[in-house]
């Protein structure tokens, strides 16, 4: 445990610590829901970042340049896929979250014991 975080902080690992150990699935699940957010928003970012490094290095007339077509049909493609489901992910960690939340009254407990 680290002693310099807040209260707040200390229940929310508290927290992580009690439903790891009373419901290892959930804690595990809420897990690869980050990480799988994280992943899907660096994606969009990269996606982002071709796609303005296409347009800044383009000369002419950009309707003229197919590999800018492609990779924007692409890029819109692949975004709203991502979107979708970074939104799924964001609904399923409220609910994971909701379900955590049942075990709050151990985590505050043991950090008033701090």
């Known amino acids: 445990i680290n002693f310099t975080v807040t209260i707040k902080g200390l229940e929310d690992q508290l927290l992580g610590d009690v439903v790891r150990k009373e419901r290892p699935e959930l804690e595990e699940a809420k897990d690869r829901l980050v990480v799988s957010i994280s992943n899907d ?16 290095e383009s000369s002419g007339n950009i309707l003229d340049d ?33 379900a955590r939340e049942v075990y709050r009254p151990v985590p505050i407990r043991a950090s008033i014991l701090y």
Do not use: F, G, M, P
């Open 41 to 56: 928003k660096r994606a969009l970012a990269e996606l982002e970042d071709k796609v303005l490094k296409l347009l800044r």
């Open 66 to 98: 197919e590999v800018l077509i492609n990779t924007l049909n692409n890029s819109q493609a692949t975004s709203s896929t991502i979107n979708v489901r970074v939104r799924e992910a964001e609904d399923t960690e409220r609910q994971i979250n909701a």
